[in-house]
């Protein structure tokens, strides 16, 4: 009996379903048998699913052609790039849905339609967790329609220097009951106080009492209003000092506790005249002739 490799003798042919194979049958006695091509891949244990194949060896360096679908339930599918029609796209392109039975394309999302706009990206999701840096020149963040711009519990507005807040006509800074203003050193005053520049004209700072160039001289007070109501004003080791051309009109009851002097001006001038009656410290006017 010639060698299986005499191909002379056993000639290559390319295997048909019905030709037979011999083998032992290693479940009787190792008897020799024969059976057909076909058999050993039309059923019994000779069968091997992907997961067999997969348990061998899960890694090829050849492609896989698929007509049906992949499903990846409960995984997910790790790839460098992806081929759309033989197109991997451009960069910043995404892959967009072509509507059922149609094909995916790359697009490029710019210009009026494309997505995704500030509208598509908040009706997603408007909570982030994350910082928004605006530092185009010229760009502002704006506000209108009503609609609120607030700041909750324990965040701050932080402006750095050479920026500014401006409040248009008909605007308002309003505060709460319990809100603050805090000046260059951190203080917020104390009750009285007034927010005003510091010496240096650097910034603010808390005072008690007007300073210098905010308080009013008396001329410009009366200017306001010269009449007074219910109020006394006390000079204390300081005179009134008036001039020739402003005289004391009072339609009181005078009284000049102390020693008084008048003085005339000019040898003709009285130094006082009396249109009335003068009583003594009895409380009486005197009589024709008395003196």
């Not at 698929?66 to 990846?72: E, Q, S």
């Not at 197109?87 to 039975?101: D, H, Y």
């Not at 927010?195 to 808390?206: F, Y």
């Not at 007007?210 to 006394?232: D, E, H, R």
Request: proline content about 3%.
């Amino acid at each position: 009996m010639a060698k299986i490799e005499n191909i002379i003798v056993y000639p290559t042919v390319t295997p048909a379903a019905d030709d037979l194979l011999i083998a032992t049958d290693v479940s009787d006695n190792n008897k020799t048998v024969t059976f057909t091509v076909g058999s050993i891949g039309g059923g019994g244990g000779a069968l091997q699913g992907l997961q067999s194949v997969l348990d061998t060896g899960n890694t090829a360096t050849q492609n896989i052609i698929l007509t049906g679908n992949i499903d990846a339930l409960g995984g997910y599918l790790n790839t460098n790039t992806y081929q759309i029609n033989g197109s991997t796209g451009s960069a910043g392109q995404v892959l967009t849905s072509g509507g059922p039975g149609q094909p995916s394309t790359w697009t490029t999302p710019s210009g009026s339609g494309s997505c995704c706009n500030i509208q598509d990206t908040l009706t997603v999701g408007d909570t982030t967790q994350l910082s928004l840096i605006m530092n185009g020149a010229g760009e502002q963040l704006s506000v209108s329609g009503g609609t609120n711009f607030n700041v909750g519990s324990g965040s701050d507005i932080n402006m750095t220097g050479g920026s500014d807040m401006y409040l248009g006509a008909g605007s308002s800074l309003n505060f709460n009951a319990t809100a603050t203003i805090s000046d260059g050193a951190g203080s917020s005053g104390t009750a009285g106080q007034i927010l005003t520049v510091n010496a240096a004209g650097t910034g603010l700072e808390w005072t008690t009492g007007l300073p210098g160039g905010s308080t009013p001289s008396w001329q410009q007070t009366l200017q306001v209003g010269n009449t007074a109501t219910s109020i006394s004003v006390n000079l204390a080791t300081a005179p009134l000092n008036l001039d020739s051309a402003s005289p004391i009109n009072s339609a009181g009851a005078n009284q000049f506790t102390g020693n008084n002097t008048f003085a005339f001006a000019g040898a003709t001038a009285p130094a006082i005249t009396i249109l009335g009656n003068i009583m003594d410290a009895q409380g009486s006017v005197g009589v024709g002739k008395q003196v």
